[in-house]
């Protein structure tokens, strides 16, 4: 696996695969690593010829009360399981390569409507770094495919509205989340978990999945749901940002009786840690 952090070593690298008539695949990480991340890679790796992983602590994205200094770099952690994921190039860009303004004067891409509401409302600006942040790949790499864990559900749709929107030449694969055995879906952020808490954390999927089965199998009304699925959380010691039923595909609330094409979404801090999860509706 090459370790590049530059662009013309990386756009080397990948014309050279191209002049061989292979098509690439990325999977865009911020990197400390995990199952649910080289999961993506073995998607990849079924859809491409060659797959390209990046690792960068995007600064954009992080709000001025966020963990952007305290958030974990594994660097050579991550190199060698992306080694044995059969990765074939590791692009690991610094701030002035991906930012060569500065990050607070570069370029800057909104995706409307989808971004205000959720994880937009509680973190303004979030979405725009994230949305800003994987263009700036996708220009940079030019992937075939690129692919995206379904846990961050609303990025996953947010990237999906971009791409259509600005008629980029890739497709965007989706990846399930992938969980522990207790059900608590992957994530770097679980690290910073308690004992304690971490006995805790999976509730979150459980209430998740009672949520699908009030309204798909039950028929209850789905705000009736999310206000007992929030009661449940905050008597566990969750305190939640948001608990909420929408439409799978552009997040928008449903009408009254909708069943399916539907997904449950939860974002809640235990501790100093914040976990967001989602379940979709059959």
């Known amino acids: 696996m090459q370790t590049v952090q530059d662009l013309p070593a990386l756009r080397a690298a990948i014309r050279s695969w191209r002049t061989q008539g292979q ?24 859809r491409a010829d060659r797959v390209v992983a990046s690792v960068f602590v995007n600064p954009t994205q992080f709000g001025p009360n966020e963990d952007f200094e305290r958030y974990p770099r594994t660097l050579a952690q991550d190199q060698a399981g992306l080694a044995e994921s059969e990765c074939d190039l590791l692009f690991a860009p610094e701030v002035a390569t991906m930012y060569p303004f500065g990050a607070e004067h570069g370029v800057s891409i909104h995706v409307p409507g989808i971004t205000d509401t959720l994880e937009g409302a509680h973190r303004p600006g979030h979405f725009d770094g994230v949305a800003t942040v994987v263009c700036k790949l996708f220009n940079q790499v030019q992937p075939d495919i690129a692919v995206f864990g379904q846990k961050d559900f609303q990025q996953l749709k947010v990237i999906e509205r971009m791409v259509r929107d600005l008629a980029l030449p890739l497709k965007v694969v989706s990846a399930p989340t992938q969980r522990a055995d207790d059900g608590l879906a992957l994530s770097s952020r679980n690290q910073y978990l308690s004992a304690e808490e971490r006995a ?30 929030q009661s449940k959380l905050e008597r566990a010691g969750f305190v939640p940002d948001y608990v909420a039923i929408r439409r799978a ?5 449903p009408e009254a ?3 399916t094409g539907l997904v449950a979404l939860v974002a809640a801090r235990l501790g100093a840690t914040r976990l967001i999860d989602n379940l979709q509706f059959d």
């Open 23 to 46: 098509t690439v695949g990325l999977v865009p990480t911020m990197g400390n690593l995990h199952a649910g991340h080289y999961s993506l890679l073995k998607l990849a790796r079924a």
């Open 200 to 229: 805790l954390a999976p509730q979150i999927h459980a209430t998740l999945t009672q949520m699908r089965e009030l309204v798909v199998d039950k028929g209850h009304a789905w705000r009736i749901v999310e206000e007992v699925a």
């Open 249 to 253: 595909e552009d997040l928008t609330e």
């Open 257 to 259: 009786g909708e069943r």
